[in-house]
């Protein structure tokens, strides 16, 4: 019986404190400096490697460095790259004329960039694509390019 | 029948537990047939995530899959890749260079900490506690930053390739890791003042959702629900692959087979798993990060291999078939959580409905991961 009595008073006693520790390190937590930045007013450095959706590399020339060899399209496990081109005269290669990305299907796995032989695809550094309708998604990388003001229209 | 037993049967009513409840943790939905607040029967429906992920990888070729291998159990990521290329590489008779295997295992670790951080918060979410997971997250975050300034993302990793891992590891990489390590061992006595040893916590799961070593068997339940039953078994111990055998760590055990036992072997795990980093990291090799020669379309010769890893929810396997074609004749996968949760139906009977949500969130079940 007097066992019983200490033994309840004790973990009485004992678990009170355990809160009592609980809400210390809660108190101390609390002056500590926030973890967290307030997006959208203030970005974090996005890290070298970052994979947002593919963007097309131009040459200096300002030409796409896209030779349409067709090895992007035919890693993606998404069926989401979508290639045309054709050879215009006095031009030592093809030029792409299509070159569309359905981002709604695209895994981010990066076998694109990896299977082009020709440095002509990179990641691009965008991450703010919200939006409404699914169409904004499908994006012509050329048109893109060209609004880069690089490309020769 | 008698009126007895009429009696009781009126007084049972079912009860849904999902497909949308935060305490599932996805979309499961658990058929309770209630005796007041006792809990009579519980049936789980399962399939709701169902993606076809066995059946993508048998008409995809195999290097297509590697994304898919990432997206079942999304919360240790590379640990599931880790199984699928180890199993390809096996069937294909890739030799991996030392320091891809080296990376594969630091990586890996990672995630099975960043794993076990998440389960923590969300399974203290489930008991009513709301406060620990922030602080869980808070280092979670560290592991992810980490992982994304090398692989590029940070959820769904798609790093590992067939033959080695696609980027090689930076200093910047190593002495954020080592800085981690340290940090994450400073918090842990803040964890265990803070969770293990607060009294609500501990009468919620102390003698909770008792799993016997047997019920474990006979479900083929793994992972820290094994070992928390006392059944010392781990995949990296017991069928080493990879580097593993290089390293010096102890595998946790608790005997108790409650949900406390498994919350500890989880806690061990994360110093343990940081161990192996710290000595990795140690120890880790200069040399080529991809093996020479790894053909652009794989086709392995006729045959078939199994291979299976330790994924922070248990042992995680793959068995690919080949027909000497660019795409698996069969892809199964062996999913931890699928036997984990198997037993739920058994060992919950007779529990109260509180409980048997502390049972549900200490088996730390990954949906889509079962469903696949
Ligand atoms: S792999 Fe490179 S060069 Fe070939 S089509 Fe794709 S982007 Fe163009
Ligand atoms: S990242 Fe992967 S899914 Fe996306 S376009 Fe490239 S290959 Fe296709």
Known sequence: ?153 | MSIDDQSIHAETFILNLGPQHPATHGVLRIKLTMDGEYIVDAEPVIGYGHRMHEKMGENRSYAKFLPNASRMDYVGALLNTHCHVAAVERLAGITVPERAEFIRVITAELNRVSSHLLWMGAFLVDLGAFTPLLYTFDDREDILDLLESITGSRLTYCYYRFGGVCNDIDDDFIAGTRSFIERMRSRMPMYHSLVTENIIFRKRCEGIGGVPAETCRRYGATGPVLRGSGVCYDVRRNEPYSVYPLFDFSVPVYPEGDCMARYRVRMDEIVESLRIVEQALERIPAGPVMAEKVPLILKPARGECYFNVEAARGSFGMRIVSDGLDAPYRLKVRSPCFSNFSLFRECVRGTLLADALAFLGSLDLVIPEIDR
């Open chain 1, 1 to 153: 019986m007097k066992s019983d009595l200490r033994s309840y008073l004790k973990e009485i006693i004992g678990g009170s404190i355990s809160l009592l520790t609980g809400m210390w390190i809660t108190l101390r937590q609390s002056f500590r400096k926030p973890v967290t930045v307030s997006y959208p007013y203030r970005t974090l450095k996005l890290p070298e490697r970052f994979r947002g959706h593919i963007e097309l590399k131009a040459d200096e020339q300002g030409w796409a460095k896209c030779v349409v060899c067709m090895a992007c399209q035919k890693a993606c496990p998404s069926f989401c790259i979508k290639v045309n081109g054709y050879k215009p005269a006095g031009m030592p290669r093809k030029v792409a004329t299509i070159y569309i990305l359905d981002f709604t299907t695209c895994s981010l796995c990066g076998l694109c960039v990896e299977s082009c032989r020709f440095d002509a695809l990179m990641f691009s550094r965008e991450y703010n694509l919200a939006s409404f309708r699914k169409e904004d998604y499908v994006m012509d990388m050329l048109e893109r390019l060209r609004r880069r003001r690089i490309c020769r229209p």
